[in-house]
């Protein structure tokens, strides 16, 4: 069974009705470690041996935030900068590094619809073309990138039928790494 270290960066998930539903949805499976990034680190003062301890323990990692001005929420970013180091999560000399051939999901939300996230949406960009720093980073660190998983259209009233559904295809999604 594999292990899934699901990190959620939402500066506020409790007030979030999307990221908090995904979140429910997959919290009682117990091959699933939640770990609220914002509610951990509410200074941002992020332990990086921590963190390291907790990706080598998984076998599965999944970053899930909302997409905020076309890109990461702040404690991804900084969590990033503290814990993927060089000679720990990368190196240039291509030897395998501590997070090589681990899986990565990247499990956004967005305000737009899918279709705001196309060559001939208001964005005027894919959602994996927005995406790309993300996934050249986790590139770098050498993790199995998996499909994207993303909730289109949450600033654009979802019915919670609509929600309840996106959850349970989550929770499929990571059932399916137990």
Same mark, same amino acid.
């Given at each position: 069974? %594999? ?10 998930? %409790?007030? %979030? ?17 939640? =770990? #609220? ?8 003062? *992020? ?5 390291? @301890?907790?990706? +080598? ?16 929420? +702040? ?8 814990? !993927?180091?060089?000679? &720990? ?10 997070? +090589?051939?681990?899986?990565? *999901? ?7 619809? @899918? #279709? ?17 720093? &993300? =996934?050249?980073? !986790?590139? !770098? ?8 998983? @993303? ?6 009233? !979802? ?20």
């Amino acid at each position: 069974m %594999s292990k899934v270290l699901l990190l959620v960066g939402h500066p506020n998930l %409790s007030a %979030s009705r999307h990221n908090g539903a995904l979140v429910d949805a997959v919290r009682d499976l117990q091959h699933v470690t939640v =770990r #609220d990034l914002s509610a951990v680190y509410p200074d941002f003062q *992020i332990d990086g041996d921590t963190e390291r @301890a907790l990706l +080598a323990e998984h076998d599965v990692i999944v970053f899930q935030h909302p997409l905020y001005w076309y890109s990461t929420p +702040a404690i991804f970013r900084q969590w990033q900068d503290t814990v !993927l180091t060089h000679g &720990w999560a990368f190196n240039y000399e291509g030897k395998p590094s501590q997070t +090589a051939g681990k899986k990565a *999901i990247l499990a956004v939300t967005t305000g737009g619809s @899918a #279709d705001d996230y196309s060559l001939e949406g208001p964005t005027e960009f894919t959602i994996h073309q927005l995406l790309g720093p &993300w =996934r050249a980073t !986790l590139r !770098l660190c050498q993790f199995d990138i998996q499909p994207l998983f @993303a909730l289109h259209g949450a600033a654009f009233g !979802l019915s919670d039928e609509d929600v309840s559904s996106i959850a349970k295809d989550y929770r499929e999604l990571l059932t399916s790494f137990a």
